[in-house]
Nanobody, 115 residues
Framework: QVQVVESGGGLVQPGGSLRLSCVASGNIFSINTMGWYRQAPGKQRELVAAIPSGGRTKYLDSVKGRFTISRDSAKNSVYLQMNSLKPEDTAVYLC?????????WGQGTQVTVSP
């Protein structure tokens, strides 16, 4: 029983910012990597950012310098600060949590960037 819940999505104008949050709860032994993926209609799901425990963050090339991933391990939470948003960032953003038991996904939160 592991639940993953995202929040913080919404509608924003180009150049604006959003901060996504993800909280994992339930029977969690430990969390290794936490990350954010996104999927736009008709496109492949792609890794946006990931943050391993004690490791270096990694980002999709197109979001480097604009997005920042962080985590609060004590709260089993991960965040994605998104700045300078572009229309091509529009997608459902999904949180992924890698635990001892396996990988778990949230339902996703919609991010829409439009004039």
């Amino acid at each position: 029983q592991v639940q993953v819940v995202e929040s913080g999505g919404g509608l924003v104008q180009p150049g604006g910012s959003l901060r996504l949050s993800c909280v994992a709860s339930g029977n969690i032994f430990s969390i290794n990597t936490m990350g954010w993926y996104r999927q736009a209609p008709g496109k492949q799901r792609e890794l946006v950012a990931a943050i391993p425990s004690g490791g270096r963050t990694k980002y999709l090339d197109s979001v480097k310098g604009r997005f920042t991933i962080s985590r609060d391990s004590a709260k089993n939470s991960v965040y994605l600060q998104m700045n300078s948003l572009k229309p091509e960032d529009t997608a459902v953003y999904l949180c992924n949590v890698e635990t001892y038991q396996g990988n778990y996904w949230g339902q996703g939160t919609q991010v829409t960037v439009s004039p």
